[in-house]
């Protein structure tokens, strides 16, 4: 397996053991980082693509795939991304979610509810509002690795909780 270094500068540490990465190397960091962001990415791709068509349908599936991930060792698209992905790209096998990656999941499912009821009840305006913020949310990390509610989880359990 080549090496195929990506900087990690003590700020992108510091976001990363924010999510719970805590214990790599920065070669490691490194490795994982595209993996590590590819459920994100996926994730926010199916909420705008629900958002751009008004479909309460598609972002009940992305809620119920973000269920899965707030539930299963890993998320769902992280299988994917193990399994083919990271062979196409030559990158090391991602680690388990971790306890900040699975609130986070749990975040989206409760703020992806609310969401699909609102476009379902007909309230557009406030869906579109709702929905843009979760995006936001989801543009932070995969361009940053800024997770917000990894912050929050760790405000109220602890940073250290891997």
Same mark, same amino acid.
């Given at each position: 397996?080549?090496?195929?270094?990506?900087?990690?500068?003590?700020?992108?540490?510091?976001?990363l053991?924010t999510? $719970?990465? /805590?214990?790599?190397t920065?070669t490691?960091l490194? =490795?994982?980082?595209?993996?590590i962001r590819f459920a994100y990415y996926?994730?926010?791709?199916i909420?705008v693509l629900g958002l751009?068509?008004? =479909?309460?349908t598609?972002l009940? =599936?992305a809620?119920? /795939?973000?269920?899965? $991930?707030?539930?299963?060792?890993r998320?769902p698209f992280d299988y994917?991304?193990?399994?083919? /992905?990271?062979?196409?790209?030559?990158?090391?096998?991602?680690?388990?979610?971790?306890k900040?990656?699975h609130?986070?999941?749990?975040m989206?499912?409760v703020w992806?509810?609310?969401?699909t009821w609102?476009f379902?009840? $007909?309230?557009?305006t406030?869906g579109y509002?709702?929905g843009?913020m979760?995006?936001?949310?989801a543009?932070?990390v995969?361009?940053?690795d800024?997770c /917000?509610? =990894?912050?929050i989880?760790?405000f109220l359990f602890?940073r250290?909780s $891997?």
């Amino acid at each position: 397996m080549t090496n195929q270094n990506c900087i990690i500068t003590p700020a992108a540490r510091q976001r990363l053991e924010t999510q $719970g990465y /805590i214990g790599y190397t920065d070669t490691e960091l490194g =490795s994982f980082k595209f993996g590590i962001r590819f459920a994100y990415y996926l994730c926010g791709f199916i909420a705008v693509l629900g958002l751009l068509l008004t =479909s309460p349908t598609i972002l009940f =599936s992305a809620m119920v /795939i973000a269920l899965m $991930g707030a539930i299963l060792p890993r998320h769902p698209f992280d299988y994917l991304y193990n399994h083919v /992905i990271r062979y196409w790209i030559n990158k090391p096998q991602i680690p388990l979610r971790t306890k900040q990656g699975h609130f986070a999941c749990g975040m989206a499912v409760v703020w992806l509810a609310v969401t699909t009821w609102l476009f379902y009840a $007909g309230l557009n305006t406030w869906g579109y509002v709702l929905g843009y913020m979760l995006v936001g949310t989801a543009i932070l990390v995969v361009t940053m690795d800024v997770c /917000i509610p =990894s912050m929050i989880y760790n405000f109220l359990f602890s940073r250290k909780s $891997g």
